[in-house]
């Protein structure tokens, strides 16, 4: 079985300063991460995903994250927020045809 | 625009009524999704689309809620009897083999339920 744990439902972060989003993985087989974002009254958007390549994941809009097997985590981490950053943002796991999402982080980004 | 759409985006319908959602997915994505999604909680997996066949059904989904995809394009979600435990934000999801078994989702902007 598959689930993902999201550390924090929501974070606070100064503009400028790095963001630091958690998420723990339970899978019983190498799985595919994910990391979405979703603005208010608009649907879910990729950031990165993590397929059994580069363990450092590059994501749209300066987000990276990187798979940590020993650690079953995939933390979503970008250096410097900006205000445009403040969205809910949710990891997700998948190992084929079912995805597994988390509760989300509500992330604020206070200017 | 060629993401995927849903109608409607609202709909509110009294207790015992029943509904019914639509999804198109974008035209060359083989893979559709259905979630459900309430406040504060991430998206639940509800049913999964290959092509017209149904492979896969989360135990949330009762007898109440069907789904289908007769010709592998759109595909619908009806809801029988409404229950006030129904309301919330349905989401659909479509994607395609991308370079092994999982392919990235995109997301519709969702179906809001609100039974009263």
């Known amino acids: 079985a598959q689930s993902v744990t999201q550390l924090g439902s929501h974070v606070s972060v100064s503009e400028g300063a790095l963001v630091l989003l958690r998420c723990n993985y339970s899978?019983?087989?190498?799985?595919?991460l994910f990391w979405y974002v979703q603005y208010p009254n608009q649907g879910l958007q990729l950031l990165l995903k993590?397929?059994?390549?580069?363990?450092l994941v590059k994501g749209i809009n300066g987000f990276e994250a990187e798979f940590k097997k020993s650690e079953t985590s995939f933390h979503l981490t970008k250096p410097s927020a900006h205000m445009s950053d403040a969205a809910e943002y949710f990891c997700?796991?998948?190992?084929?045809?079912?995805?597994?999402f988390g509760t989300g982080t509500s992330l604020t980004v206070i200017p | 625009d060629t993401g995927v759409s849903q109608n409607p985006r609202h709909k509110i319908t009294k207790r015992g009524q029943n509904v019914t959602f639509r999804c198109d997915p974008i035209?060359?994505?083989?893979?559709l999704y259905w979630y459900r999604q309430t406040l504060g909680q991430g998206p639940e997996f509800l049913t999964y689309?290959?092509?017209?066949?149904?492979?896969?059904k989360s135990r949330l989904l009762s007898d109440r809620f069907s789904a289908e995809r007769p010709k592998g394009s759109f595909s619908t979600l009806e809801i029988q009897r409404t229950e006030q435990g129904d309301s919330a934000m349905y989401l659909c999801?479509?994607?395609?083999?991308?370079?092994?078994?999982?392919?990235?989702?995109?997301f519709g902007p969702g179906t809001r339920l609100t039974v009263t």
């Open positions: 035209s060359e994505h083989n893979r």
């Open positions: 689309f290959q092509n017209e066949a149904q492979l896969e």
């Open positions: 999801a479509s994607s395609t083999r991308d370079r092994g078994p999982v392919g990235e989702q995109y």
């Open positions: 899978s019983s087989v190498p799985p595919y």
């Open positions: 997700a796991v998948s190992t084929g045809n079912q995805f597994y």
């Open positions: 993590y397929t059994s390549a580069a363990t």
